[in-house]
């Protein structure tokens, strides 16, 4: 029986980052501004958004879907303060963009202004798997020491930004913040950082402004694409 | 780890693809990974072992091409292949550089047996595979707008 070779030449993802580029283009025409959230285990993912939300005080819709192994504890945590979805993998080490369209039609209906997933807490495997986001952000807390950027790469280079979290324990580890930042921008040049505590509530105003001129920006490429297409249709009639 | 998910994907794509060309059997399946692929290539040898019962080409090899880092410089357009995770250009010094190998989990080839009255045509109504089917591009795992 003969036998052939077919040349594929394909990305095994390809089909599946589609679906988040379409997912993505959806989240933009409704107007929600999307952030991907990772980290290690107990970076502190969960008490960023509650910090957040209090920061925030209700001046703008927010949704949350929280990536959980086994239990509901983060969604109990962020219920006090705004709609949450909990997105259980059963022991999976990432989320998966059908998993959160899964938790979207559990959300409230309504129009968000942001909505946050807060994926399992890995460095690797959720940095492979696109969930329609507009921004990913990875929240390395100072207890974790200032070299793992470079022992991450494909989670720092596929981000966007990164918080530097509990940067109130800063007096009592030996963590450079600058030498952090340094690393994470031989691997990702243009990441935006920003050094922030919970506990405390500092950092929170460069946070939330960041995430707000973000937003402000998509809608305004947003609004300008439709605006472009609006002339072009208009020429083509005439 | 998610090495059995992406061999999952994997192997729905070969199977996909077997059926169009009226394979017979599917002997290999080559696959590219790179140092930016969020892949480690033991584990997916290890996730293709322990999945391939499930696929109905058992006997099919998995083989796994490691290729390096390459880029390409947005500022003076050479490319290069970096040897750490230091995204400077070797030629200019630039930081903005373009992945263009390494940082996505690729299939590249299957090898299969197909019937000689087929000819290893695929059937007329199948989709045909090709590199970016999806308008996508293909390097850079997020793009983000
Ligand atoms: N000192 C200090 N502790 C913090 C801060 N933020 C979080 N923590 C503590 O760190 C621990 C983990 O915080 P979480 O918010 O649960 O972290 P997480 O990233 O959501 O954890 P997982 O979802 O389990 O991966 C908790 O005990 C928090 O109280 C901070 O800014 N300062
Ligand atoms: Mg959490
Ligand atoms: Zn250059």
Known sequence: MPTTTIAVNQDVLAAKKQRAKEQRQLFTTQGTFVINLVSSPGAGKTSLLQATARYWQNRFRVGVLVGDLATDRDAGRLRPYVPVEQLTTGGACHLELSLVQQGLSRLPQQQYDFLFIENIGNLVCPASHDLGEHVRVVVLSTTEGDDKPGKYPKMFRTSQAMVISKSDLLPYVPFSVEAAIQDARLIQPDLVTILTSSTRDEGLQDWCQFLEDARKEMLASRDADAAEQLTASEKSVA | ?145
Not at chain 2, 62 to 70: A, E, K, P
Request: aromatic share 4%.
């Open chain 2, 1 to 145: 780890m998610h090495e059995e998910s992406l061999i999952r994907s994997l192997l729905r794509q070969v199977e996909e693809l077997a059926q169009q060309h009226h394979a017979r059997a599917v002997d290999e399946i080559e696959v590219e990974v790179g140092p930016l692929s969020g892949v480690e290539p033991l584990l997916l040898q290890d996730a293709f072992e322990r999945l391939k019962d499930e696929f109905s080409w058992p006997r099919a090899e998995l083989s796994v091409l490691q290729v390096g880092l390459d880029v390409l410089c947005q500022s003076c357009q050479s490319e290069s292949q970096l040897k750490d995770f230091r995204f400077v250009c070797h030629q200019c010094g630039s930081t903005s550089l373009k992945i263009i190998r390494g940082d996505a989990f690729r299939l590249l080839n299957v090898s299969m047996q197909v019937d000689d009255s087929f000819n290893g045509k695929p059937q007329a109504t199948a989709t045909q595979h090709s590199t970016d089917a999806c308008g996508l591009p293909l390097n850079e795992q997020t793009s983000h707008p």
